[in-house]
T-cell receptor, first 113, second 116 residues
Framework: AQSVTQLDSHVSVSEGTPVLLRCNYS??????LFWYVQHPNKGLQLLLK??????LVKGINGFEAEFKKSETSFHLTKPSAHMSDAAEYFC???????????FGAGTRLFVKA | DTGVSQNPRHKITKRGQNVTFRCDPI?????LYWYRQTLGQGPEFLTY????????KSRLLSDRFSAERPKGSFSTLEIQRTEQGDSAMYLC??????????????FGQGTRLTVV
């Protein structure tokens, strides 16, 4: 079955330190992978997407993610966290020819001053 | 604003009543999706339209739920005989798919339903 697993339900970092949010997906040919962010009382916003081009994908607000096929992972990173990064982050997968977008359960990022 | 628009933003209804939500996708997008999100969970797929055709429905979509996209533009999601378990955020998204290209989905801000 198609699935995506976010390995941490909560991540807490200090402002200015690196962020790592982990995501694994079930193996399939040519998935499209996305990271979305959801701030309280706001809609889901696309951070970045992987669609079989470069394996290192740069997104908005300094975030980037690396597609590793051998590990079936698509972890999200940012070198230096900002208070405004505190939000819920969703890893999302869509398989070739598919239309259904499958969400992970989400990782809530806390940023301490 | 040319994003995905959902109305109403909030709806409180009594158990047993019917409710209808509307979604206006980005104008050139031919695909439209409905998701449901409960507190602390990721969005769960409900149904999907390609133009006016409803191509898939999740098992989550019981027979009390119906969705339409009559002219391939806006869509409505109706819940009949609402139950407390229907309380959730209902999200609409749209995307453009042509030939081998399938862009990312853009989401509306959702309609929060509370059944009392």
């Amino acid at each position: 079955a198609q699935s995506v697993t976010q390995l941490d339900s909560h991540v807490s970092v200090s402002e200015g330190t690196p962020v790592l949010l982990r995501c694994n997906y079930s193996s399939s040919y040519s998935p499209s992978l996305f990271w979305y962010v959801q701030h309280p009382n706001k809609g889901l916003q696309l951070l970045l997407k992987y669609t079989s081009a470069a394996t290192l994908v740069k997104g908005i607000n300094g975030f980037e993610a690396e597609f590793k096929k051998s590990e079936t992972s698509f972890h999200l990173t940012k070198p230096s966290a900002h208070m405004s990064d505190a939000a819920e982050y969703f890893c999302v997968v869509r398989y070739t020819g598919g239309f259904k977008t499958i969400f992970g359960a989400g990782t809530r990022l806390f940023v301490k001053a | 604003d040319t994003g995905v628009s959902q109305n109403p933003r909030h709806k409180i209804t009594k158990r047993g009543q019917n409710v209808t939500f509307r979604c206006d996708p980005i104008s050139e997008h031919n695909r439209l999706y409905w998701y449901r999100q409960t507190l602390g969970q990721g969005p769960e797929f409900l149904t999907y339209f390609q133009n006016e055709a409803q191509l898939e429905k999740s098992r989550l979509l019981s027979d009390r739920f119906s969705a339409e996209r009559p002219k391939g533009s806006f869509s409505t999601l109706e819940i009949q005989r609402t139950e407390q378990g229907d309380s959730a955020m209902y999200l609409c998204a749209s995307s453009l798919a042509k030939e081998a290209t399938n862009t990312e989905a853009f989401f509306g801000q959702g309609t929060r339903l509370t059944v009392v």
